[in-house]
């Protein structure tokens, strides 16, 4: 199975913050790698996929990079709306897997 | 728009088997492009994938359950169903179906809203 480690698991900051989160794949995934959000109670929300192409109506400080064995999402300028808990997926093969979450909270 | 929505008894006693049904609406689940998917949260944890199928039939699951689940298709009434037995209280999670996109790019979107299911006697 392809592990996918994700840090960091918890990030403090404020509005307004360049927020990274990486993730990393145990072997690699070329770009099938997606990226969601969720909030306490929802479902998660699709963000990106290929590991860098937007899905549809999702703010553009969202954005992804990497290919390969890392990956990262970047957040340009944190906004009220995006605490939440990130998730990456790698797609490349079976099983699916899924990172540990980086839950970003208000400093 | 599509929407997907789960449905099944919120409470399993151990050794029984967990059922539960997602009904596709707004799009049909006959689509080659897609396949629909089961994942899995436990309280405070992380995602869990489960496993996916295609209206032909073709499924995968995750090895890590092992023979103990079950997935569906009935493209009659456009739902897909997920089987999981015997349970334990380690199966005790929200239960999310979703629809996966397989072409030109691969992820999974939109999810359901999930279904809590404990399993306690």
């Known amino acids: 199975d392809i592990q996918l480690t994700q840090s960091p698991s918890f990030l403090s900051a404020s509005v307004g913050d360049r927020v990274t989160i990486t993730c990393r794949a145990s072997q690699g995934i070329s770009s099938y790698l997606a990226w969601y959000q969720q909030k306490p109670g929802k479902a998660p929300k699709l963000l990106i996929y290929a590991a860098s192409t937007l899905q549809s109506g999702v703010p553009s400080r969202f954005s992804g990079s990497g290919s390969g064995t890392e990956f990262t999402l970047t957040i340009s300028s944190l906004q009220p709306e995006d605490f939440a808990t990130y998730h990456c997926q790698q797609l490349n093969s079976y099983p699916l897997t899924f990172g540990g979450g980086t839950k970003v909270e208000i400093k | 728009q599509v929407q997907l929505q789960e449905s099944g008894p919120g409470l399993v006693k151990p050794s029984e088997t967990l059922s539960l049904t997602c009904t596709v609406s707004?799009?049909?689940?006959?689509?080659?492009?897609?396949?629909w998917g089961w994942i899995r949260q436990p309280p405070g944890k992380g995602l869990e994938w489960i496993g996916n199928?295609?209206?032909?039939?073709?499924?995968y699951c995750n090895p890590s359950l092992k023979s103990r689940v079950t997935i569906s298709v009935d493209t009659s009434k456009n739902q897909f169903s997920l089987k999981l037995s015997p349970v334990t209280a380690a199966d005790t999670a929200v239960y999310y179906c979703a629809r996966r996109r397989v072409e030109a790019g691969d992820w999974f979107d939109p999810w359901g809203q999930g279904a809590l299911v404990t399993v306690s006697s």
């Open positions: 707004g799009g049909s689940i006959s689509s080659s492009t897609y396949h």
């Open positions: 199928i295609h209206y032909s039939g073709a499924s």
